[in-house]
């Protein structure tokens, strides 16, 4: 079962302030990887994270090829408080680019003031990631929508 929990949310809500954003994993139409930092990603609901997606570059294109994504978070100076191992985790999901003006919007307001920023005019768009596994570096599975 996936419930991302108030202390995820916290780390991402904080993540870009503590120089610490979060990479997303994204894989092109002709099998390339390719991995950006995303100063944006939130937690939107217990199975879903959210980012804003500005730059309209690889990672959008690769959204439109191939769903699947990671997300991988590590901040040192928080270890203590993360309870996974390496004060990092990786979040693994299915991304949508969102049509609905109301998700869109929502998606809008959990993205923090330094990236909406950066996209004054909002020309960028929301993206969902439904997550389906979390785990620690090592691999341990930590949570998994199937169990």
Excluded: C
Aim: charged residues 30%; proline residues 3%; hydrophobic residues 35%.
């Amino acid at each position: 079962m996936i419930k991302l929990t108030p202390l995820m949310r916290e780390l991402f809500d904080t993540a870009l302030a503590e120089g610490h954003e979060a990479l997303l994993g994204s894989v092109s139409a002709d099998g390339q990887p390719q991995i950006s930092p995303k100063g944006s990603i939130a937690v939107f609901d217990d199975t879903t994270l959210s980012f804003w997606e500005r730059s309209h570059r690889s990672t959008e294109h690769n959204l439109k090829a191939n769903s699947r994504v990671v997300v991988y978070y590590r901040n040192a100076a928080r270890m203590k408080e993360i309870p996974y191992g390496g004060g990092a985790f990786r979040i693994y999901g299915t991304a949508r680019i969102v049509t609905d003006p109301a998700t869109t919007a929502k998606v809008w307001e959990k993205t923090n003031e330094t990236e909406q920023s950066r996209d004054k005019d909002k020309t960028g768009v929301g993206v969902l990631i439904d997550v389906d596994r979390v785990e620690e570096l090592s691999g341990k599975v930590v949570m998994d929508k199937n169990s």
